[in-house]
C-alpha cells in the first residue's frame, strides 16, 4: 500500500452503519492513584470527564464548568445569548469575543485547506435537512439550489471584532469544531493551574499530555462503528496510546434518518448542499490541537477515504485512522504512515 496501511476486520458493512460516528472510550484510567482527580458531568448536551494531577491536590471542577460556561456563551448555537446566535440573527450590537475569533481563524484555515469541504456557513444547509439548530422538516428533500447562494466561508469576512456577510442569511455552525475546541479550553485551565498530567474527554474528543495515573500514555479506545442506534454496543477497534496531542473522532452516527427508504447523514458538504454519501465510516485525527483535529475530521468525512488521506499526510503534524467499507461489504481500517507509532503492538 505504500504510504497507508490497510486491514481488514471481522465485521461485514451490513453490520455497519455507514453513516456511524467512532465514539471514542478511555482507557486505563483508573483513579486508583490518590494523587490524580477524576471529575465527570454534563456540558453541551454531551458528557465530560477530565483525569488530571494537581500539584496541590486542589480540584478543580467548578472552575472548569465556570470556563465552560463560558465558552457556551460564545460559540453554542443552542444558547440564544451566545455571540455566535447573535451573529446569526444579525444583531448590530454584538463584538466577537476571543473564543469565537480564535475558532474563526482556524475554521478559515481548514476551509482553505481543504477547498470547502470544512465550512461553518455550513448552518442553512444543516438546519434544512433537519441536523441543526433550526426546524429543519425530514418529510421532504429541502430545495438546496435556493440556499446555495448564501453559503460559503468566502461570504464572511471577520473585521475590528465584527463578523461581516455578504447576505444577512448566512448563519454560522461551529459545531464541528467548538467541542474540539471546548478541549483545549479545558486542557489551557488545567495548565493554568499547575497540571503537566492529565486527560480531557469532551463529548469525545481528547487532550492529553503527560502521562496517566499508571505512569504510562493515555490509552484512547476507538469504537468500531457498528449499527447500534442505542450506542450501547461499544466495541473496540483500535487502541490508541498517546500524549501531547489532541485527537477527534467523526462520523456520521446517530444523526441520521430514512427518506423515501435512502439515508441520509448529518455531515452535509457544503459545496454540493448534500449530506455525504460514500464508503467512509469513519475519520479519526491527531493534531497538535484537538479544535484542527475536530475541524479535518468533519472534512475528512466529508473529502472520503482517498483525499483524505492524501491531504493528510501533506499536512506537517497531522495524522489519521479512517475505517471504511471496501467494494464486497468488507469494514477495513487504513492510517497513515505517522499514526502507526500511536497504536499499541503495530508501531512497526
Not at 496541590?56 to 455566535?84: A, P, W, Y
Not at 489551557?188 to 505512569?215: D, F, Q, S, T, W
Request: hydrophobic share 35%; glycine share 8%.
Amino acid at each position: 500500500m505504500g504510504k497507508y496501511r490497510v486491514y481488514e476486520t471481522a465485521c461485514p458493512v451490513w453490520r455497519l452503519i455507514v453513516s456511524l460516528c467512532v465514539a471514542v472510550v478511555v482507557l486505563s484510567c483508573s483513579t486508583g492513584n490518590k494523587e490524580y482527580i477524576r471529575n465527570t458531568g454534563r456540558i453541551f448536551g454531551t458528557y465530560y470527564s477530565v483525569i488530571y494531577q494537581q500539584p496541590e491536590g486542589v480540584d478543580l471542577q467548578e472552575k472548569m464548568e465556570e470556563r465552560m460556561r463560558e465558552f457556551d456563551r460564545s460559540l453554542s448555537t443552542f444558547n440564544r445569548e451566545s455571540v455566535i446566535s447573535r451573529i446569526n440573527r444579525n444583531d448590530t450590537t454584538v463584538r466577537t469575543d476571543r473564543y469565537f475569533e480564535s475558532m474563526y481563524v482556524v475554521a478559515e484555515r481548514v476551509s482553505q485547506c481543504t477547498d470547502g469541504a470544512f465550512d461553518i456557513t455550513v448552518a442553512p444547509l444543516v438546519n434544512a435537512w433537519g441536523f441543526g439548530f433550526g426546524d429543519g422538516d425530514r418529510t421532504k428533500r429541502p430545495v438546496t439550489d435556493t440556499i446555495m447562494p448564501y453559503v460559503g466561508y468566502r461570504k464572511i469576512k471577520l473585521e475590528n471584532h465584527r463578523l461581516l456577510k455578504q447576505d444577512p442569511r448566512i448563519m454560522l455552525d461551529a459545531s464541528a469544531i467548538a467541542k474540539g475546541y471546548s478541549s483545549d479550553v479545558m486542557a489551557a485551565l488545567l495548565e493554568e493551574n499547575g497540571c503537566r498530567n492529565y486527560m480531557v474527554e469532551i463529548g469525545g474528543e481528547v487532550v492529553c499530555r503527560g502521562v496517566n495515573p499508571k505512569g504510562e500514555k493515555w490509552r484512547i479506545g476507538i469504537n468500531k462503528p457498528i449499527d447500534d442506534e442505542t450506542n450501547l454496543r461499544n466495541e473496540i477497534e483500535k487502541i490508541v496510546s498517546i500524549t501531547d496531542a489532541g485527537m477527534a473522532t467523526s462520523g456520521n452516527y446517530r444523526q441520521f434518518y430514512y427518506l423515501n427508504g435512502k439515508k441520509y447523514s448529518h455531515t452535509i458538504d457544503p459545496r454540493t448542499g448534500t449530506p455525504v454519501n460514500h464508503n467512509l465510516l469513519s475519520a479519526t485525527v491527531v493534531a497538535p490541537t484537538c479544535m484542527e483535529a475536530d475541524a479535518f475530521a468533519t472534512a475528512f468525512m466529508v473529502l472520503g477515504k482517498d483525499k483524505a488521506l492524501e491531504l493528510c499526510e501533506a499536512t506537517p503534524g497531522m495524522d489519521c485512522l479512517l475505517i471504511y467499507a471496501d467494494d464486497d461489504g468488507q469494514s477495513r481500517v487504513v492510517y497513515t504512515d505517522g499514526f502507526a507509532r500511536y497504536l499499541l503492538g503495530e508501531e512497526d
